[in-house]
């Protein structure tokens, strides 16, 4: 019971100051879903949140991740024919995620963008990434 009450009055004197000073609080990005198939207009719908968070504030890293992963999954849903109006997906999606690397130069986003070079056949810059991601590993013991 105390926790409860902790946490809420945590939250309250949180929210105070952004609520005085007239900010907006910013809402998560949903994660994008990659296991359905969608339709130009569904797409659309679906990607909405992460163009939204970019228009208020082009270095948000992950809206740009979001919107990379959503454009790399129909990429390859257009390979396999699946979604015609995807053909040049492929490479917004190396942009969007070169993006979120440049702001963010997190491991997700590191390997996102290792399969977008695969998709566009950018084998230079896919072996560019690959070895910076090698390096950010830990050796391994060997027993």
Same mark, same amino acid.
Do not use: C
């Given at each position: 019971?105390?926790?409860?009450?902790?946490?809420?009055?945590?939250?309250?004197?949180?929210?105070?100051?952004?609520?005085?000073?007239?900010?907006?609080?910013?809402? +998560?990005?949903?994660?994008? %879903?990659?296991?359905?198939?969608? %339709?130009?207009?569904?797409?659309?719908?679906?990607?909405?949140?992460?163009?939204?968070?970019? +228009?208020?504030?082009?270095? %948000?890293?992950?809206?740009? #991740?979001?919107?990379?992963?959503? #454009?790399?999954?129909?990429?390859?849903?257009?390979?396999?024919?699946?979604?015609? #109006?995807?053909?040049?997906?492929?490479?917004?999606?190396?942009?969007?995620?070169?993006?979120?690397?440049?702001?963010?130069? +997190?491991?997700?986003?590191?390997?996102?963008?290792? %399969?977008? #070079?695969?998709?566009?056949?950018?084998?230079?810059?896919?072996?560019?990434?690959?070895?910076?991601?090698?390096?950010?590993?830990?050796?391994?013991?060997?027993?």
């Amino acid at each position: 019971m105390r926790r409860a009450l902790l946490a809420v009055v945590a939250a309250v004197l949180l929210a105070a100051p952004a609520a005085a000073q007239g900010t907006v609080q910013v809402q +998560a990005l949903p994660a994008f %879903d990659q296991t359905r198939f969608y %339709d130009q207009a569904a797409f659309e719908r679906a990607i909405a949140p992460y163009a939204a968070a970019i +228009a208020r504030n082009a270095n %948000d890293a992950r809206a740009h #991740y979001w919107l990379g992963v959503a #454009y790399l999954h129909m990429a390859r849903l257009h390979r396999f024919g699946l979604a015609p #109006y995807a053909a040049d997906f492929g490479r917004r999606a190396v942009v969007s995620l070169e993006r979120a690397l440049s702001l963010q130069p +997190a491991p997700e986003v590191m390997l996102a963008l290792l %399969d977008a #070079y695969t998709m566009v056949g950018a084998v230079e810059k896919y072996r560019a990434l690959a070895a910076r991601l090698a390096a950010l590993a830990r050796p391994v013991a060997v027993r």
